[in-house]
């Protein structure tokens, strides 16, 4: 089983950053990819960026150049540096880790104001 803790989600101005944190714990060596998700009102839940135990990383068209996804030290955190928000950018974010099975975080609000 793996926990997933998220942090940082919050109200920006467009053209702002933020910082998203997720915080993986229990049976963490079973992790071979790590994410990012996110899902706005109304619509389907849409990948943002991945990153694999070697430090491989994806990126959805729409926010590369803009976003950063990367791991912290230890390993079982990454974090998603968000910068040049956009209105559309508003959702609800959601960390993922994928092992045998998928494990959720239970997501943070991002919202960005015009």
């Known amino acids: 089983q793996v926990q997933l803790v998220e942090s940082g989600g919050g109200l920006v101005q467009a053209g702002g950053s933020l910082r998203l944190s997720c915080a993986a714990s229990g049976n963490i060596f079973s992790i071979n990819v790590m994410g990012w998700y996110r899902q706005a009102p109304g619509k389907q839940r849409e990948l943002v960026t991945t990153?694999?135990?070697?430090?491989?990383?994806t990126y959805a068209d729409s926010v590369k150049g803009r976003f950063t996804i990367s791991r912290g030290n230890a390993k079982n955190t990454v974090y998603l540096q968000m910068n040049s928000l956009k209105p559309v950018d508003t959702a609800v974010y959601y960390c993922?880790?994928?092992?045998?099975?998928?494990?959720w975080g239970q997501g943070t609000q991002v919202t960005v104001s015009s």
């Open positions: 990153i694999t135990s070697d430090g491989t990383t």
């Open positions: 993922n880790a994928h092992s045998l099975l998928n494990y």
